[in-house]
T-cell receptor, first 113, second 112 residues
Framework: DGGITQSPKYLFRKEGQNVTLSCEQN?????MYWYRQDPGQGLRLIYYSQIVNDFQKGDIAEGYSVSREKKESFPLTVTSAQKNPTAFYLCASSMGTQVVRQFFGPGTRLTVL | SQQGEEDPQALSIQEGENATMNCSYK?????LQWYRQNSGRGLVHLIL?????REKHSGRLRVTLDTSKKSSSLLITASRAADTASYFCATVPSNAGNMLTFGGGTRLMVKP
């Protein structure tokens, strides 16, 4: 069953802690993306990766880091430098480097206590 | 930065009515896409329209694109309660090959 999985679904973090969100895809897609969504808002791009071992900053990369060591995995770390990390995080992937459509995971809701 | 802006921000209609949502954008695009999001879930791709297309249909969905006005509309005909969701337009700018820029979305409620 092909698709994108994100874990965990809900995540709670204390202020000052780093936390890593998982994103895995078995669609054999080259490109992967991380978005942040705040309540009632659209999606904002955090980071994206077009190929293994390469990634670029999106519009709101400050306070976040990523890695792309495997084609199927693109974890996102929310660091303590991110001042307002409470949000809904969505991972997506697309085939190739020309966007036809993006496939989204179910999301991770991060709450900072 | 958000390229697309949807209008209205919220829409409430009765089952069976048509729902129309509009999207405006700022720069030239390669294509424009519409996505749907059920509350607390990921986005699902609905339809893509390329910059050289003016209209596209998929089931009960009809999308139009006017590149001279930098605007698009999504029409859902004969709406159902299950259509209740948020709908987002997303553009692929001409100079940013694989990056989508999303608007703020229209929250549609279809009352049974």
């Amino acid at each position: 069953d092909g698709g994108i999985t994100q874990s965990p679904k809900y995540l709670f973090r204390k202020e000052g802690q780093n936390v890593t969100l998982s994103c895995e895809q078995n669609l054999n897609h080259d490109a992967m993306y991380w978005y942040r969504q705040d309540p009632g808002q659209g999606l904002r791009l955090i980071y994206y990766s077009q190929i293994v071992n390469d990634f670029q900053k999106g519009d709101i990369a400050e306070g976040y880091s990523v890695s792309r060591e495997k084609k199927e995995s693109f974890p996102l770390t929310v660091t303590s430098a991110q001042k307002n990390p409470t949000a809904f995080y969505l991972c997506a992937s697309s085939m190739g480097t020309q966007v036809v459509r993006q496939f989204f995971g179910p999301g991770t809701r991060l709450t900072v206590l | 930065s958000q390229q697309g802006e949807e209008d209205p921000q919220a829409l409430s209609i009765q089952e069976g009515e048509n729902a129309t949502m509009n999207c405006s954008y700022k720069t030239s695009i390669n294509n424009l896409q519409w996505y749907r999001q059920n509350s607390g879930r990921g986005l699902v791709h609905l339809i893509l329209i390329r910059s050289n297309e003016r209209e596209k249909h998929s089931g009960r969905l009809r999308v139009t694109l006017d590149t001279s006005k930098k605007s698009s509309s999504l029409l859902i005909t004969a709406s159902r309660a299950a259509d209740t969701a948020s709908y987002f337009c997303a553009t692929v700018p001409s100079n940013a090959g694989n990056m989508l820029t999303f608007g703020g979305g229209t929250r549609l409620m279809v009352k049974p």
